[in-house]
């Protein structure tokens, strides 16, 4: 098979951990005969130093005219002054929006050989974690009507949380359908006892509920679920919910998997062409130190091929190399622990692509 994936290596760590997640990718071309054929596009904060705005229109054509993308992170202190549709954050809400990519997936799972690495309680850990998050990503209060005023009292602000009964259908279905290829459980999260949008949300959510009676399903209050998912994680399979509630539980969810160095997430929209990141930002601090964790964005690489390019025996591949070079003890230093030989990006890089 041939694709075309538009790389966005973006700021930061970005550059370095999308050099090694594409030679694994070259690797698995090689091996399995893919031709996997790369167009480079600027997008953050590398773009505003370039061209002046963090998402250029020729980047989103780019993107337009591929076959997925892979985007390794942007921003960074560099660009943290600037006014909000300046920022470098911008170009990934951007690119969101005009892919038309509505659901945002992201595994939270534990591998075996880090569970020293989670902060949760053993007899918590030893129930297991495998959990998958589906978030709504183009609506909600990040994308609906906001603006600053100025009032007697001084500014006031505020945000517009709104849904469509179309919008909320649409990635609910996206979560009951995910349930079907894993354990059959779908939670739908809401804040339905005091926000208008989340009683609509519930609503919804029960009529598409009901057209998958094989699908285990639950409704749970937002508050709740944060608490849930230190308490009992082991009790989710899917959770849906809308996109604010989704960005804060999944980086909750993935913290008790032991490093946000590890997960990988993938945004949809109706057809398949994704748009695949690691969870985590430039990491400005560690960046071009050869410190970085790729294994996120390699794994991110394995959801394309799965979710994009249907190639679920090399993305299978790829996340075997992945769990055994971490069973041989091999950690960068976010994952580092007693015992362990400490490898930099490239040396990770090297040992993930030595076993495919
Ligand atoms: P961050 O995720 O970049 O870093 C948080 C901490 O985790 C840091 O200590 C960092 O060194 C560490 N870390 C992150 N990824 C790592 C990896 N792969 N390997 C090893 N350690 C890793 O979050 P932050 O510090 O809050 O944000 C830094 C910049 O990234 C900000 O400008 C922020 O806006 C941006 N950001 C971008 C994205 C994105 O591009 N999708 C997401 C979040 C934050």
Same mark, same amino acid.
């Given at each position: ?6 790389? /966005?290596?973006?700021?930061?760590? #970005? ?10 990718? %070259? ?13 480079? +596009?600027?997008?953050? @904060? ?12 020729? &980047? ?63 007899? /918590? ?8 998050? +589906? ?6 209060? =990040?994308? #609906? ?17 709104? =849904? ?21 459980? +779908? ?22 509920? !009901? ?18 998912? +230190?308490?009992?994680?082991?009790? $989710? ?7 604010? $509630?989704? %960005? /804060?539980? &999944? ?11 590890? /997960? ?11 748009? =695949? ?10 960046? @071009? ?6 294994? !996120? ?10 979710? &994009?390019? %249907?190639?679920? !025996? ?24 007693? #015992? #362990? ?16």
């Amino acid at each position: 098979m041939n694709k075309q994936i538009a790389v /966005i290596k973006g700021d930061g760590i #970005g550059p370095e951990i999308v050099d090694e997640a594409l030679r694994v990718l %070259d690797r698995i071309g090689e091996k399995y005969g893919h031709q996997f054929t790369y167009t480079y +596009v600027d997008a953050g @904060g590398c773009a505003i130093d370039k061209y002046g705005e963090p998402l250029p229109e020729e &980047s989103v054509q780019k993107c337009l005219a591929s076959d997925s993308v892979l985007l390794g992170a942007v921003g960074g202190p560099k660009w943290d002054a600037l006014d909000g549709a300046m920022r470098p954050e911008r170009a990934l809400l951007g690119i969101r929006s005009r892919l038309g990519l509505f659901s945002n997936i992201r595994p939270s799972k534990l591998f075996a050989p880090l569970a020293s690495a989670c902060p949760l309680k053993q007899e /918590i850990v030893n129930q297991g974690l495998d959990l998958v998050i +589906v978030r709504e990503l183009i609506g909600g209060a =990040y994308f #609906g009507k906001r603006e600053t005023l100025m009032t007697e009292g001084g500014k006031t602000s505020y945000d517009t949380m709104i =849904y469509s009964e179309k919008e909320v259908e649409r990635i609910v279905r996206v979560a009951f359908d995910m349930a079907r290829k894993r354990r059959g459980k +779908v939670t739908s999260v809401d804040k339905a006892n005091v926000l208008e949008s989340s009683r609509l949300w519930r609503e919804v959510a029960h009529r598409v509920a !009901a057209e998958y009676p094989d699908v285990e399903f639950a409704d749970m209050l937002v508050d709740n679920t944060a608490m849930q998912l +230190v308490r009992n994680p082991s009790q $989710f399979d899917v959770i849906v919910t809308e996109n604010m $509630f989704g %960005d /804060i539980l &999944s980086d909750e969810a993935s913290m008790i998997t032991g490093s946000i160095g590890m /997960i990988p997430s993938s945004s949809l929209g109706e057809g398949t062409r994704g748009m =695949y990141e690691p969870i985590h930002g430039s990491a400005p601090d560690i960046a @071009g130190q050869n410190k970085a964790n790729p294994i !996120a964005t390699i794994l991110s690489v394995a959801m394309m091929l799965k979710y &994009s390019f %249907d190639m679920e !025996a090399e993305s299978a591949d790829i996340e075997n190399a992945v769990e055994a070079v971490l069973r041989e003890g091999y950690r960068t230093g976010d994952i580092m622990d007693e #015992g #362990g030989v400490l490898l930099g990006c490239r040396e990770m890089g090297d040992k993930i692509i030595s076993k495919l």
